[in-house]
């Protein structure tokens, strides 16, 4: 089943469960906005994003995107002196971007929600893949300095590989096979081939700066 949202393309890849600050000024994302600000259940206040190809967010329309990315729901706006907003959204699910409409106010998408279907295996991965992801954020904190990447893990294998992807240290094509991989499992151990990618690159390069690293949220709810 599809449905029809407003879409706020983006030149990153958002995970389900990612908490995403968002600096909104362009006069179609403010009426994006607006739009959302109408619904009165705060449940309901969704929109989605996928990851530019190339072009930008900004100005002129992105000359391509991805067809896989994420439902998000506004969680929070705050205005700016100088009309613009500070917004919070927090992802959601997968979706597929089958049409963008450019024709309104604001990008409209006809989109369908993706399942992520959870195999046996996905659970006997589940502990590989979280003593991979503390081998990585402790090498990470070496490198830089500072603990990074601290806290539990969800136990779900489901928002497991989500939390993995969305912290680790990825390309935009990395984060975006990851998302696009719709077998629990088998998004489970590319994240962990990644990061032991990683891991290595680390311990042959020491001073390989972690950019960018540290900076998202993760949302289980």
Known sequence: MSVTIPIFPLNTVVMPGQVVPLRIFE???????AHLQTV???AQRLFGTVAIRSGHEVGAPAQAWFRVGCLLQ?????PNPDGSYDVQ??????????????????PAGEVELLDDPVPPQALQLAPRARSTFDTYRHALSEVSGEELLAGDLPQDPTMLA????????????ERQALLEE????????????????EIRAMAVLPSLPAVGIGRNTWSPN
């Open 27 to 33: 006069e179609r994302y403010l009426a994006m906005l």
């Open 40 to 42: 009165t259940d705060p």
């Open 74 to 78: 506004l969680t929070d706006a705050e």
């Open 89 to 106: 959204a927090v992802g959601r699910a997968r979706m597929r971007l089958d049409r963008l409409d450019h024709s309104g106010d604001f």
């Open 162 to 173: 989500w939390s993995i992807s969305a912290a680790s240290m990825l390309t935009l094509a």
């Open 182 to 197: 719709p077998d629990v499992a088998l998004r489970l151990a590319l994240a962990v081939e990644l990061m032991e990618q």
